[in-house]
């Protein structure tokens, strides 16, 4: 975590940020507005009857209407509405605000011969513009605010991104000169507005070719002539520095005085040209520093490819609009009016981005790099959209215009075929192709690196072997890459352990795998899994989730050399990681080798999952063989343990059956002779599934027949001996509802006890119905409780009565929709099969479940146990 005063720094900064960025934005606005508002007259203005130099007041340009009265060019602005003129602020304040279209303005001028008269005229209306205007002026808009915007907003995230640091700042001033030089509304606004926006322009214009020259003295080092000789620079920012108030001066005595005397004007005419010297000396100073810097011997490689980026982004972008702006005109070569703006103006957009890549980026490209990587994106589906729909709309526009103009000019049509070549040209299949021919013909070593990667990617998928793929894919990624160091790591019990390693000079490799290892539980681990993309290691300036890291990982990280971290995923976890040394080139991986290095990565992660699988696939199918085995034996000894012989009574039918929803299940019934004649009636169900219930339900039963070998006559007492045996020889958790009945059949009288189980149903017929009774006295579940008491019940069977016992799996018995087949079902099915013997009940009730349920599975162990009194009649 950061020191509190760096904290306090940090947030410092953001709010100077944000008062610079409302500055900043008030002026943009205030100028597009501006010029918006001037062009479309949405306030009904009048026109402004003539111009003057705000420093002579004298008369530079005059409309017609002002040359009627008499006024005339060179002529000196004396008196406005019968006052003395006192600026430029209230001058707008009268033309723009108080008076309106056909109003009278009265004013009083010097002539050229000395003597002075008082003029007055009606103002003229502006006239509002029209289509073929809005194609000239649409351009000027698109020129002249559409760079100085995305200047600000370049320089913002600068900033933001770097918000501590001074370069990032001196980016900010430079990017903000732009809005400055595009003036074309801040003019307009009256009163105190237009004297504020004309401080900032000077502001501006006076700081930027300080922070031009700063900058090229300190990035992304101290110039070693500044070293040597630091007093140099302040011979370009003393004068620089003290000509700022004198143009604030300027600009306030113009705003709210009159005319300047000669002396004054002379003295900011030298002012001005000093200035503009001063100006041209500290770019030129920024490019000679910038030279000096990439010829140095000691410069850094990274040092030089970002000096490189700048030097090439600036001589482009400033190129340009020196050559559109400065010498061009010199020729009176209109480029506000036509296509050389335009194109000016988006090749200018090169400077704030190298400027803004420099500082931003960890590690800097080489040029021809971040070239391929702009034909990239500029030829990218995406782009080509954007600029086919941009190129339909310019289209149609210019048809539209073509069709409301009088007539059709051979430039209109020469303008609609170069749109409609572009808009044919920006196909999928020539855009492919000549993508392809630009990385054959200029980027052959990254078009080359490109494809062996991506064919690695396929080849990796051929094997299952985890050795033959690491050493597959160690050996291509060294080749193809230039990497020196490499090392893989695969998971293992307790992390990652180092399998296969190229380059590293390691005491730990020589001890083999295992020796050097990252824990599941690491910084690195869990950031890999987090966001399952390769990461970037930068020590000068690193990530949050590395400064949380431990200093035995952070230190493992160095020894193995890591810049590159490639997770290897798997389908659910992840698999391994490499980690990728830096290139014999020192550049930096760019986003095409992280694109086609995440391939790969996934394919061997993949790969290496496969072969996993397949080995525990093998071991799996073994062992599930042998459980198998150990099922059925199981089974089979489950089986045994259900009455093998039902027993066979005059006068009344008994039947059982259990299905179990696995191999083997906790579900239990039993039917068998007591020493006395009587016949035991028992039905249980234990909690759980499987093995377990199971071993439960035999303890149950051999719990059972032990307490009933003197045949009790007393069954409470009998139930918790049961209780007591099955409490001792099972676990905490394990219990089993059991419900135990016997039969006399020589009385046909029922004695049972349940202990928590489903309520059994006796069913008697009456009548054209049934009478349901519920058998539920007894007590707790047994094996739960160390101690419990149970009641008995005693019920005397009349002949046709049917006494129907189950387990839950048979009443909440499911369909796929998680439907219950329920009591009222289950009691309805043994009222259609009562009339026949216990045998053919259970098969009927069961018959009747499936049906209800359909093909859903089975989730729980069906058991039934019937027991039927015949009547006299089936006897």
Known sequence: MPPPSSQKSTRFAYILLALYIAA???????????FIDNYFDLHHRPETPFTFDADTLQIQTVRPEAKQAGLG???????????????????????????????????????????????????????????GRFREWGGILLAFSLPPFICLLVGYWVVAARPRDLNAWL???????????????VGWWPGWPSFWIVVWMQFQQALSPLALLLFGIYFPERWNLDRQHPWLKYVFIAPLTASVPIFLWQVAHNSFAGAMSARQELFLTWVGRVDTVFAMACICI??????????????????????????????IGLGAMLLAFVILPLFHIDVQHNWIGIAAGIIFLGFPFSLA?????QRAMDVRILLRIGTKYALARATLTFARAVLAVALVLSLVFILRAPTVTPRAIIEMAVLAGLLLLLQSRFVRNLSNWLDRRFFREAYN???????????????????????????????TLHIDKIAVMLRGAGGFDLQQERGLELAAVAAGPGSIRLPLNSTTIRNLTRINSPVKLYRENPDGWLLLASHQERQLLDDLSAELLLPLPGREQMMGLIALGPKRSEEPYTPSDLRLLDSVATQTGLALEIGELARSLASAAAQRARIEREIEVAREVQERLFPQEIPVLEGVSLAGHCRPAQGVGGDYYDLFPLDDGRIGIAIGDVSGKGISAALLMASLRASLRGTTLDAPKDMAPTLEKINRLVYEASASNRYATFFFATLNPQTSELTYVNAGHNAPFLLRRCGDGFDVRRLEAGGPVVGLLPVASYEEQRLQLAPGDLLLTYTDGISEAMTTAEEEWGEERMLAAAEVAFDQPAAKIVEAMLAAADAFTGSAPQFDDMTLLVLKMETAASA
């Not at 690695?456 to 060294?478: C, F, M, P």
């Open 449 to 479: 690196s490109d494809h062996l990667l991506a064919e690695l990617s396929n080849q990796v998928r051929k094997y299952n072997d985890s050795g033959t793929i690491l050493q597959l894919v160690t050996e291509s990624l060294a080749r």
């Open 24 to 34: 900043s934005l008030s002026y943009f606005l205030a100028n597009v507005s501006g």
């Open 73 to 131: 060019v060179g002529d000196i602005l004396v008196q406005v509405m019968d006052k003395p003129y006192a600026g430029q602020a209230p001058w707008l304040n009268l033309i723009r605000t108080r008076l309106h279209p056909g109003d009278t303005l009265s004013v009083r001028v010097r002539k050229q011969d000395g003597t002075r008269q008082t003029l007055r005229f009606r103002l003229a209306a502006r006239s509002s513009g029209n289509h």
């Open 357 to 361: 890549y420099v500082i931003v980026v």
């Open 171 to 185: 980016i900010l001033f430079i990017l903000t000169f732009p809005e400055t030089l595009f003036s074309i509304g």
């Open 286 to 315: 920024y490019f000679i520093a910038l030279q000096a810097k990439l010829r140095a011997r000691d410069t850094a490689a990274d040092t030089r490819r970002r000096l490189r980026v700048l030097m090439i982004g600036s001589e």
